[in-house]
Nanobody, 123 residues
Framework: QVQLVESGGGLVQAGDSLRLSCVAS????????LGWFRQAPGKEREFVAA???????IYTDSVKGRFTISRDNDKSAVYLQMDSLKPEDTATYYC?????????????????WGRGTQVTVSS
């Protein structure tokens, strides 16, 4: 059983940066894929970014060039560096773990989830 704990959310202004962190425990970390999703009030959870065991990455179009996902296997951690934040980035951000070797942009492909961290971007 994998446990995921996110941190790093907060209230910022448009154009600012935040770095989200997620630490995993309970399972070997380095061989699996990790991802970030987000959910705004009244909306469905949406894919943000994912990183595979070989550090290959994918992003949703709306964050390309602004967000960067990375991982530190020694620390069992995955990060989401968010730059040039926009009000539409406001959401609860969730870390996710997948036992698949390949990376996907679909929530159903992920097997464990954190409880989320709130990001609010004011205009």
């Amino acid at each position: 059983q994998v446990q995921l704990v996110e941190s790093g959310g907060g209230l910022v202004q448009a154009g600012d940066s935040l770095r989200l962190s997620c630490v995993a425990s309970g399972r070997t970390f380095s061989q699996y894929a990790l991802g970030w999703f987000r959910q705004a009030p009244g909306k469905e959870r949406e894919f943000v970014a994912a990183i595979g065991w070989s550090r290959n990455t994918i992003y949703t179009d709306s964050v390309k060039g602004r967000f960067t996902i990375s991982r530190d296997n020694d620390k069992s951690a995955v990060y989401l560096q968010m730059d040039s934040l926009k009000p539409e980035d406001t959401a609860t951000y969730y870390c996710a773990f997948s036992i698949n070797a390949h990376i996907y942009d679909t929530a159903s492909r992920f097997d464990a989830w954190g409880r989320g961290t709130q990001v609010t971007v004011s205009s």
